[in-house]
């Protein structure tokens, strides 16, 4: 079974880091604290990935709405600068995938983005959103998954706190001095990582990683008795099991070991199934 786990730099930082051993810099900064989790109306938490793009383009206002709708409790969002340092959804480095154009959203100016068009099966032309637009829409809504991709901290932590976002989202930090500035600025923010990736991750080194890198949630533990020490730990396991296999198997598979949270292609189906679970009549 093939999953689109991301795999983030951050990831590559805290497992050399883990080898070498953390820095007491390192390690004040990170223990002050894991942040407190957006408020959910239900326990298990189902996150729309890059909005409901399976009926409209991703990182947009109509997939994102479409997911307020579905009933999701996140929306995972991709943020990005461009060269005038305005902050966009866009999940790739590149515009080249999902539009129209062609370039790097870092050497493009706003004007040259807000031009651009995603095209849709419904035939209708999709614009490329901006983060405070978003910002707005999800309000009081549905709680924002931020993978921060590529943008200042100190400029996104001020656009969330004047939204009064600051208490409906998680961000996903991409490199480790991500991690740093946020934990500085902001460490009532949780975090959602991954755990190093090795074949030796054993119960004791998860502990260890637990007691000195401080994170909400993590992304990648599929094994019960990790997810168990995740638990001890006062974190939550949601998992990212977005891919073309995805089905009511692979849901129920994680749902069995234990995980918070799944981040999902069909928030609106996998909701319908956890109800249907609940009530045995799956």
């Known amino acids: 079974m ?57 990182n947009t206002i109509s997939a994102i709405q479409a997911a307020i709708e579905a009933g999701a409790q996140y929306v995972e969002i991709d943020v990005r600068e461009t060269s005038d340092s305005v902050m966009v959804l866009m999940h790739d480095a590149t515009v080249d995938r999902t539009t129209d154009g062609k370039g790097a959203v870092s050497s493009l100016d706003y004007a040259q983005i807000k031009a651009l068009h995603t095209p849709a099966k419904d035939g209708q032309l999709y614009t490329i959103p901006l983060f405070s637009e978003v910002l707005q829409l999800c309000k009081n809504k549905i709680n924002i998954y931020l993978d921060f991709k590529n943008a200042n901290v100190a400029k996104a932590w001020n656009m969330i706190q004047q939204a009064g976002m600051q208490n409906q989202i ?81 849901w ?13 292609d069909h928030p609106q189906q996998l909701l319908k199934y956890i109800t249907q679970r609940q009530m045995g009549l799956e």
Not at 13 to 39: C, D, E, H, T
Not at 201 to 209: A, D, M, P, R, S
């Open 2 to 58: 093939h999953l689109m786990i991301k795999v983030k730099n951050v990831y590559q930082y805290i497992v050399l880091i883990l080898v070498v051993g953390f820095s007491s810099s390192f390690s004040v900064q990170a223990q002050k604290g894991n942040g407190v989790l957006p408020r959910s109306s239900t326990a298990f938490v189902v996150i729309a990935h890059r909005g409901n793009h399976v009926f409209y383009p991703e």
């Open 170 to 250: 998680i961000v996903y930090p991409n490199t480790l001095q991500q991690f740093h500035e946020w934990q500085k600025l902001a460490p009532q923010v949780p975090i959602i990582t991954s755990v190093p990736k090795t074949t030796s991750l054993t119960e004791e080194k998860l502990n260890e990683f637990f007691t000195t890198m401080y994170v909400a949630v993590v992304d990648n533990l599929y094994d019960e008795n990790l997810i168990k020490i995740a638990h001890v730990n006062h974190v939550k396991v949601w998992l990212d099991v977005e891919s073309p296999q995805e089905s009511t198997a692979i």
């Open 252 to 264: 129920d598979k994680f749902l069995k070991v234990g995980v918070d949270g799944l981040q999902t």
